[in-house]
């Protein structure tokens, strides 16, 4: 335990240190892992893209016996795809690479202030070298081309960094730390504050990328031999030690991870091309770190005090692991694959030649100790005869070798990651030429990365270049494709017609990606769009079951059978479809259940609404859909969709029409009538759907001379039967038969003769009217009499019991105008002239009285009429009395 905690001998400044190190390399590493899950992922995100259609459903019945009459109402489904985003650099990403890489270099300027003079100023040199070339003039804090912030970081981190190492060498390294760490962050502020760069974190990290690199690759190299002195810890200590020497383990295992870091080697070069998933080498190298903090302390002991663990090298290691850690977290934050290829050789070769090199060395140095079945784990680093120097200088040009094996490519993909790095600066400042010349420069040092490619398709397409995007597309898949850059080239091929070649780059991309549920997804509604239902559905099912987001190829899914299934499927739908908290599945459902005919009581999604009210393609859906399915239940769209439709101007028929729904369910029936009679006088593209609508809401109400002259313009079979019920049911079977005929001339139906016999045995339309009159008539309150009026202010029976209570509650100005409102629709109703001749005499108004005892005398019967004069005529000469005596 001791040997695991070492730092538990320090004093309690130096632990808490080492702990705080600890801790930020932790979330170092945690950073790297996060960003390598997915680096593409990190600068392109799946946008959804959706698209509104058609369909027809029944939502207006008027159920005759056994028969019921509909006309078909447009519904709409929403389908959607995923189509990958242009390539934009993640802001959060550069900030936390910024956190972690400046606290590294903290630790190791702190931890060279430690060291002999000669290795001070050498590492000091070096640094300001680095920092020469990090070009901090382009951050224009002092000015355009101004070296002035060059000079003070110089003369910053020189001046503290030399004091500490002359004139303070007593003071300890928690200090020291502070220091550098106050300089780091002065600096930080500084360019904060003050830099005229629009983008001044990306600018300093694109720009200081070669600093990074250097350390990333020098500590890559350090570690490399860890892995294997892991290996001989673990051949010679604990109970596996015990009487035997170990050598035989030891050579075992050190064969099989050279022989692993040999294959993955030669799949990477394309030496072999096995399709087998090898470890990556991003774990070798965690692990090859962190068995570091322990190992690099047996190193750093064996040199005899020129580098002290516990003052320096504890430190200089766990600095360069931070920056390592966050300089490869930035690269896959930046999806800049030539730099990360260009590590990941560095690992693997560095590994490689350094550990044939190592196992030489412990062989050559420590056989005799092997066979004397002694820990040689712990003399190591203390060589016999070939000195530990000469063994990573060999291994050195061993990865020498091996790089110029690649023809120096790992050296051409670090080039190509700066210039990429410059292009991605330029592009996040709109700078888009500049930003193309810079990843064309990247392509020529690795013309088949897919960061430069992918890069020039998205500067592409934000300049509306088409074919330019899809060459580059295909470029980018050559040698690192990706789902997303078949998604882009495929919805550039749809754009441009090519509808097999979409398939086919989509089919290509589930060869490589099959379980991909993007493309899975893609591929599903491209089928769906040619009527192959079989095709599409096995896709998106597939897709539902794989994609990160099913919800997506679930609502494509309701769709695409909603338009082509019958309704026994459409319940089978219904009845296996688990419900999902998604606006656009929520939009079909309610679709399929205007097709289903079911209307049951469905919550709100209080979501469908934006803050902005501006309403997505989603979300329209839904209202209307959800408008005409809780007609009956919510009269809330009634209010609601006007309000929208004031706001988005090019949804607003739509939006009204859907409103009207509610407000002739659930609201005021007078208002959605006259509102959808005003729209069917009008000559527009949808005056048929609007007098169709406006006939049956008629029928409904049981206005069939107003339904006929409605339906009379419909073109078609719904308006030839919607008028034939209207004639039957107001007592002209005769028409009623006619077109009836009609309709069977053209074309024989079966249920056209279920319908005459419907029509002609006497069968009238169920309505909630029968059973509110008969509650009215049974026990009149102001309550039963609204509820009787809310479902037909126009029925006779109704407003005449109506009017009757109010005046019999001194309430003539209510009863005048509900008498009043039933006119408009209802003008031949001799009972509603009795009843407004009556109101018109208890308010005084004999004019208006005549008229109305007129309009009796018109449309009544002899015999009613005399029974209305038997009470008009009292009542009018008693007035008429009344005002002589005034």
């Not at 504890?314 to 692991?321: C, D, H, K, R, S």
């Not at 990429?420 to 064309?440: C, I, W």
């Amino acid at each position: 335990m001791n040997d695991l905690l070492f730092w538990k001998v320090w004093s309690p400044s130096e632990r808490r240190m080492a702990v705080g190190a600890l801790l930020v390399l932790i979330l170092g590493l945690a950073f790297l892992v996060w960003q390598c899950i997915d680096p593409l992922g990190n600068v392109v995100r799946w946008n959804v893209i959706s698209e509104l259609s058609e369909t027809t459903a029944v939502v207006d019945v008027l159920q005759l016996g056994q028969w019921q009459y509909g006309i078909s109402t447009p519904t709409h489904l929403v389908t959607e795809s995923f189509m990958s985003s242009v390539m934009e650099v993640n802001a959060v990403t550069i900030y936390l690479f910024w956190g972690g890489a400046l606290i590294g270099l903290s630790l190791i300027l702190a931890a060279l202030t430690t060291m002999s003079r000669f290795w001070y100023l050498a590492g000091t040199i070096l640094f300001i070298l680095f920092l020469a070339f990090a070009r901090l003039e382009t951050l224009r804090v002092f000015g355009a081309e101004n070296r002035l912030l060059f000079l003070t970081a110089t003369v910053l981190y020189g001046g503290v960094s030399y004091y500490f190492h002359a004139f303070r060498p007593d003071l300890g390294i928690t200090m020291r730390i502070a220091g550098i760490v106050g300089v780091s962050v002065v600096l930080a502020a500084l360019v904060a504050f003050g830099a005229a760069s629009p983008v001044p974190a990306l600018t300093a990290a694109v720009y200081s990328f070669p600093m990074w690199l250097v350390a990333t690759m020098l500590f890559l190299l350090v570690s490399a031999t860890e892995i294997m002195a892991g290996l001989v810890w673990l051949s010679t200590s604990g109970q596996s030690g015990k009487g035997r020497s170990g050598l035989v383990q030891f050579v075992v295992i050190s064969v099989l991870y050279l022989l692993l870091l040999l294959l993955i080697y030669l799949q990477n070069t394309r030496q072999i091309d096995w399709n087998v998933t090898l470890i990556n080498p991003l774990y070798l190298a965690l692990v090859a770190g962190v068995l570091g903090i322990w190992g690099f302390r047996r190193r750093a002991d064996s040199t005899q005090g020129v580098l002290p663990f516990r003052t320096t090298g504890f430190w200089l290691y766990i600095g360069l692991f931070i920056v390592a850690a966050s300089f490869g977290g930035l690269m896959a934050g930046t999806a800049n694959d030539p730099v990360l290829e260009t590590l990941e050789d560095t690992i693997v070769q560095g590994q490689l030649a350094m550990g044939l090199l190592f196992l030489f060395y412990v062989l050559i140095n420590f056989y005799e100790v092997f066979q004397q079945k002694l820990a040689v784990y712990k003399v190591l680093y203390k060589p016999l005869r070939f000195g530990l120097t000469q063994t990573r200088l060999f291994g050195f040009a061993g990865v020498v070798v091996l790089f110029s094996m690649q023809k120096l490519l790992p050296l051409n993909q670090a080039i190509a990651g700066y210039f990429n790095g410059l292009g991605d600066l330029h592009s996040t400042t709109e700078e888009f030429t500049l930003a193309e010349q810079y990843y064309k420069l990247a392509l020529q040092q690795e013309f088949q990365n897919h960061k430069s490619n992918y890069a020039l398709a998205s500067i592409a397409l934000k300049q509306g270049d088409r074919n330019a995007a899809a060459y580059y597309f295909r470029q980018s898949l050559l040698k690192n494709p990706s789902p997303q850059a078949y998604a882009g080239l495929s919805g550039i091929l749809i754009q441009e017609s090519l509808f097999f070649d979409a398939v086919y780059s989509l089919q290509e991309g589930l060869r490589r990606f099959p379980a991909n549920g993007e493309l899975l997804n893609n591929l599903g509604m491209l089928y769906s769009k040619t009527n192959v239902a079989d095709s599409a559905y096995y896709y998106l099912d597939l897709a539902r079951t794989n994609a990160t987001r099913p919800e997506i190829p679930a609502t494509n899914l309701l769709a695409i059978l909603a338009k082509s299934t019958d309704s026994g499927l459409l319940d089978s739908l219904a009845a296996n479809s688990d419900k999902r908290d998604y606006l656009s599945w929520q939009a079909n459902w309610l679709a399929v259940q205007n097709m289903r005919q079911q209307f049951q009581k469905e919550d709100f999604n209080k979501n469908a609404v934006p803050k902005d009210s501006l309403l997505s393609v989603s979300s329209l859906a839904y209202l209307l859909n959800y408008a005409t399915n809780q007609a009956a239940f919510d009269s809330l769209p009634a209010a609601l969709l006007p309000k929208l439709a004031a706001k988005n101007p090019v949804l607003s028929q739509d939006l009204s029409l859907a409103a009207l729904y509610p407000e002739f369910y659930s609201g005021n029936k007078l208002k959605a009538l006259e509102t959808l009679t005003g729209w069917a006088a009008e000559e527009g593209e949808k005056s048929d759907l609007y007098h169709k609508i406006l006939g049956h809401w008629l029928l409904q109400l049981g206005l069939y001379d107003k339904a006929i002259e409605a339906l009379s313009p419909v073109e078609g079979i719904e308006g030839t039967i919607g008028m034939a019920v209207a004639n039957a049911l107001s007592d002209k079977k005769e028409v009623a038969v006619v077109l009836l005929d009609k309709i069977q001339d053209k074309q024989q139906n079966a249920a056209i003769e279920q319908l005459k016999q419907s029509l002609f045995s006497g069968v009238r339309p169920k309505s909630v009217t029968d059973s509110l009159f008969a509650v009215v008539s049974k026990s009149p309150s102001a309550q039963n009499i609204q509820s009787a009026v809310r479902a037909n202010p126009f029925d006779v029976r109704i407003v005449s019991a109506a009017a009757e209570y109010y005046r019999g509650k001194k309430q003539a100005k209510q009863a005048y105008q509900l008498v009043l409102d039933a006119l408009r629709y209802n003008e031949y109703a001799p009972e509603l002239w009795e009843q407004y001749a009556f109101l018109s005499l208890e308010q005084g108004l004999l004019g208006q009285a005549a008229e109305g005892a007129e309009k009796v005398k018109q449309y009544a019967l002899p015999a009613g009429y005399q029974r209305f004069l038997a009470r008009y005529q009292p009542m009018r000469a008693l007035i008429e009395k009344q005002r002589a005596e005034f």
